[in-house]
């Protein structure tokens, strides 16, 4: 690592856990998945009620694309909804 001057920090090195978080996930033997507390606020946000609340939790729910078969078609009607001329009832 050093040749590379690359260097840890001891004190911030997590040995023999069972599973850490990197970058909002957790990672595991088994893999790589989702921090339940993401999903759950995801779940719990309220209902959008104009294009900048749509926004906002389209932005959140993105967080989950790579763990979500199909996102990209499940996002689309909600996607379309973001487009200038759409009027929100």
Known sequence: MRENKLYANL???????????V??????KDGVHTDPEKISSIGSWP?????????????????????TKDYASLIQP????????????
């Open 47 to 67: 209902t959008p009620k104009n294009q900048t609340e749509l926004r906002q939790w389209l932005g959140l729910a993105n967080y989950l694309h790579k763990y």
């Open 78 to 89: 909600m996607s379309s909804l973001l487009k200038k001329d759409v009027a929100w009832d």
């Open 23 to 28: 970058l909002g996930c957790y990672v595991s």
């Open 11 to 21: 004190m911030k090195c997590v040995f023999c856990a069972p599973e850490i978080p």
